[in-house]
Antibody, heavy 118, light 112 residues
Framework: VQLVQSGTEMKKPGASVKVSCQTSGYTFTAYYVQWVRQAPGQGLEWVGWFNPNSDGTRLAPKFQDRVTLTGDTSIRTAFMEMRSLRSDDAATYFC????????????WGPGTLLTVSS | DIVMTQSPLSLPVSPGETASISCRASQSLLHTSGYSFVDWYVQKAGQSPQLLIYMGSNRASGAPVKISGSGSGTDFTLTISRVEAEDVGVYFCMQALQTPLTFGGGTKVEIK
């Protein structure tokens, strides 16, 4: 099982970013893709999940108006798009695999570092 | 949202000793299945988190046998026996009972 994420992103406040999570080694549609972020030196914060089997999503309330989670089964890849970036969105964004919407995150990507600065 | 409170924040441990980390949930994590939906992760320097324990006490594939999880309801403990240098890292609990998934603040385990 492997989750490979896109590289470091540097954005200005107000811009958008789209992070990818390419998976391999398992059936993409059989597992949810969870997104978790970690601000520098801080703890872990759940962003939401994407279900590749149904294209369903669920987001933490604070992200509902700015984040879109999608996927492309043909390339086994999940995406997280965040709009109207603010300085406090600067963090490492991880994707992770889970069997269900609220089950253990058993494999994680290496993370994508997002910096937001004018 | 379910609040997860971990203690201590920092845990210096002598080699060979046992480390215990506590995690308390703001409400019961007991699922109708009978399992408590709490997981434990470790994040080593420069790495992504990795799963150690799921549903309270089940060791994940590849997790060392010396790591164990216990507890039920709202109070949970992660125990690391015979601590050695490779156990250094930040340990997080996470509740998987409902969304939003929420994490404890983390416990930094270091060698004395």
């Amino acid at each position: 099982v492997q989750l490979v994420q896109s590289g470091t992103e540097m954005k200005k406040p107000g811009a958008s970013v789209k992070v990818s999570c390419q998976t391999s080694g398992y059936t993409f549609t059989a597992y949810y893709v969870q997104w978790v972020r970690q601000a520098p030196g801080q703890g872990l914060e759940w962003v939401g999940w994407f279900n590749p089997n149904s294209d369903g999503t669920r987001l933490a309330p604070k992200f509902q108006d700015r984040v879109t989670l999608t996927g492309d089964t043909s390339i086994r890849t999940a995406f997280m798009e965040m709009r109207s970036l603010r300085s406090d969105d600067a963090a490492t964004y991880f994707c992770a695999r889970s069997e269900g919407d609220t089950t253990m995150l058993d494999s994680w990507g290496p993370g994508t570092l997002l910096t937001v600065s004018s | 949202d379910i609040v997860m409170t971990q203690s201590p924040l920092s845990l210096p441990v002598s080699p060979g000793e046992t480390a215990s980390i506590s995690c308390r949930a703001s409400q019961s994590l007991l699922h109708t299945s009978g399992y408590s939906f709490v997981d434990w992760y470790v994040q080593k320097a420069g790495q992504s988190p990795q799963l150690l324990i799921y549903m309270g006490s089940n060791r994940a594939s590849g997790a060392p046998v010396k790591i164990s999880g216990s507890g039920s309801g709202t109070d949970f403990t992660l125990t690391i026996s015979r601590v050695e240098a490779e156990d250094v890292g930040v340990y997080f609990c996470m509740q998987a009972l409902q969304t939003p998934l929420t994490f404890g603040g983390g416990t930094k385990v270091e060698i004395k």
